[in-house]
C-alpha cells in the first residue's frame, strides 16, 4: 500500500562542498609539512682524508687500571699508588723502551668500574712526567 503515488522521490544529494574544503585543508597541510622537511635537513659535507699511513709508529705506553684501582704499565704490576710514584714508573717506562723515541702516547686502559681518582692519578703522573700525549683506550658494545 502506497499512499504516496502522486509524489516524486528526491534523489539523495552529495554535498561536495565540505569535501572540497575538506581536500583543501588536506593539500595545504601536505605543501606546509613538505616545504618545511627541506629545512630540518642539515647539508653537511664531511672532510675527506688524504694522509699517507704514518712511516714510523708513536712508542706507546700502556697503563692498566683495575677496579680495585692497581696499576700495570706495559703488563707489568707496579705498586705505585700516587700519581708522584706512578709519574717515576712511566719515566721507567719510557726509558726501558728507548730514550731515542721522544714523546711516547701514554695509552689509558682503566676498567669501567674503576674509581675516576685512580684515572686521574694516572692523567696527573703523565703530566709529571713531562708526556703531553694521552689517550683512552675504548672497547665498542657490540650492540648497533
Known amino acids: 500500500m502506497d499512499f504516496r503515488k502522486g509524489t516524486r522521490?528526491?534523489?539523495?544529494?552529495?554535498?561536495?562542498?565540505?569535501f572540497i574544503d575538506v581536500l583543501l585543508v588536506i593539500l595545504i597541510f601536505l605543501m606546509v609539512t613538505t616545504t618545511y622537511s627541506k629545512f630540518t635537513?642539515?647539508?653537511i659535507s664531511l672532510p675527506t682524508a688524504d694522509a699517507e699511513k704514518a712511516v714510523e709508529q708513536p712508542m706507546e705506553i700502556n697503563v692498566g687500571v683495575t677496579a680495585q684501582g692497581q696499576y700495570a704499565i706495559d703488563n707489568q704490576q707496579i705498586?705505585?699508588?700516587?700519581?708522584?710514584a706512578l709519574a717515576d714508573e712511566?719515566?721507567?717506562a719510557a726509558d726501558a723502551k728507548g730514550a731515542s723515541k721522544k714523546d711516547p702516547v701514554i695509552i689509558i686502559n682503566a676498567d669501567a668500574t674503576a674509581a675516576h681518582q685512580s684515572v686521574i692519578n694516572v692523567l696527573?703522573?703523565?703530566?709529571l712526567a713531562g708526556f703531553e700525549k694521552v689517550t683512552f683506550a675504548a672497547?665498542?658494545?657490540?650492540?648497533?
Open 41 to 43: 635537513a642539515l647539508q
Open 79 to 84: 705498586s705505585a699508588r700516587d700519581a708522584a
Open 90 to 92: 712511566l719515566k721507567a
Open 139 to 144: 672497547q665498542t658494545s657490540g650492540r648497533k
Open 124 to 127: 696527573e703522573a703523565a703530566r
Open 9 to 18: 522521490r528526491d534523489d539523495p544529494e552529495i554535498n561536495l562542498i565540505p
